[in-house]
C-alpha cells in the first residue's frame, strides 16, 4: 500500500493531466472548427479522435479516483453496485476505448486512401458521420460488457473481466498493425509516380498519422503489457504487484499522456494546424491589447 502523502501527491499529478490533456485538446478542438483548410477528408476522424481524447482527460478522472481511493484505503469498493461506481467505470473504460477504436479506423482510412486513392476521393462525408458514430457505439458496447461482467463477479475472479478489455485491445491493434504495414510495403515496393496536389497531401497525411500512431502506442502500451502480466501472473505475482502500485499509477500516468501528445504532433507535422494556432494567439494578444487599452482610458 502506499501512504497518504503518497495518494495526495500522485492526485495532484493526474489532476494537472487531466486538466492539459482538456485544454490541449479543446484548443485543437477550436482550431479544427474555426479553419475549413482543417476540416478535409483525412481529418474528420482525426478531430472525432480529438474529442475523444479531450472526454479521456475530462472525465476519466473519475475512475482514476476510484484506484487512487483503493489504493490508499486498501479496500475494495464495497458499493460496487452503486450507479455512480458503475458509471464512473464504464467512464473509465468507454473514452480511452473509444480513442484507441478511432486510431485503429484512422489506420483502415489511411490504408484505403493509399491503395484506392480515386474511390477514396469520391467518399460522401456522411460515411465519415456513420464511422464515427460506429466508433463510440462499439466502445460503449464492450464498455458495458465490461462493467456488467466486472459487477457480476464481484467478491469472485474479479479480474478475469479484463480479459475482454485486454481482447478488443489486441484487435485493434492487430488491425493497426497490418493497416500500416500494408501501407508501408506499398511506399517502398510499389512504384512512385510523381505526385503532385492532393495526392502528395493525402501522402503527408499518412506519413504524420503514422507518426502520431506509433508515439500514441509506444506511450499506452507500458500500461497494457503491466495489466497483461498482471492477468496472466499467479497469486504471489498478484499480490506483489498490489504493494506496488505507485509502479501502477506511474504507467497510468503515461498511458493517458497517449491523449496529450496528438496536439503537438500535429503543430510540428502540419503547416495549416500550426499556421492556425500563432494567428490564434495573435489575435488573442491583439484583444488582450485592445482590453489594456480601453482599461487605461
Request: net charge positive.
Amino acid at each position: 500500500m502506499i501512504s497518504l502523502s503518497e495518494c495526495n501527491a500522485w492526485f495532484a499529478v493526474f489532476l494537472i493531466e487531466s486538466v492539459a490533456i482538456v485544454t490541449m485538446n479543446l484548443l485543437s478542438i477550436i482550431l479544427f472548427m474555426k479553419n475549413s483548410n482543417l476540416r478535409t477528408r483525412g481529418m474528420y476522424l482525426v478531430i472525432n479522435l480529438t474529442v475523444a481524447d479531450m472526454l479521456v482527460g475530462g472525465f476519466s478522472m473519475i475512475g482514476l479516483l476510484l484506484f487512487l481511493r483503493t489504493g490508499c484505503d486498501g479496500e475494495t469498493n464495497t458499493k460496487s453496485t452503486s450507479g455512480v461506481y458503475i458509471t464512473s467505470v464504464f467512464v473509465f473504460y468507454w473514452f480511452p476505448m473509444t480513442s484507441l477504436t478511432n486510431i485503429a479506423v484512422i489506420s483502415l482510412d489511411r490504408l484505403h486512401a493509399t491503395f484506392l486513392p480515386f474511390k477514396y476521393r469520391v467518399i460522401q462525408t456522411w460515411v465519415y458521420w456513420v464511422t464515427a458514430v460506429c466508433v463510440w457505439v462499439s466502445a460503449a458496447m464492450v464498455s458495458t460488457l465490461i462493467v456488467t461482467w466486472q459487477v457480476n463477479l464481484l467478491g469472485k475472479e474479479w479480474t478475469h473481466f479484463l480479459f475482454l478489455w485486454q481482447s478488443y485491445c489486441c484487435l485493434c491493434l492487430f488491425v493497426i498493425c497490418v493497416s500500416y504495414a500494408s501501407i508501408v510495403i506499398k511506399f517502398l515496393c510499389g512504384t512512385h509516380p510523381q505526385q503532385h496536389g492532393a495526392a502528395n497531401r493525402q501522402k503527408k497525411l499518412t506519413v504524420t498519422l503514422f507518426i502520431m500512431t506509433i508515439v500514441s502506442l509506444l506511450i499506452w502500451l507500458p500500461f497494457a503489457i503491466g495489466s497483461f502480466v498482471y492477468l496472466t501472473s499467479n497469486s504471489i505475482c498478484s499480490l506483489y504487484y498490489l504493494k506496488h502500485l505507485n509502479a501502477l499509477y506511474a504507467l497510468l500516468v503515461l498511458s493517458y499522456a497517449k491523449s496529450l501528445v496528438n496536439p503537438f504532433i500535429y503543430t510540428i507535422r502540419m503547416p495549416e494546424f500550426r499556421k492556425a494556432l500563432l494567428m490564434l494567439f495573435k489575435r488573442q494578444q491583439k484583444q488582450d491589447a485592445a482590453m489594456i487599452r480601453l482599461q487605461a482610458r
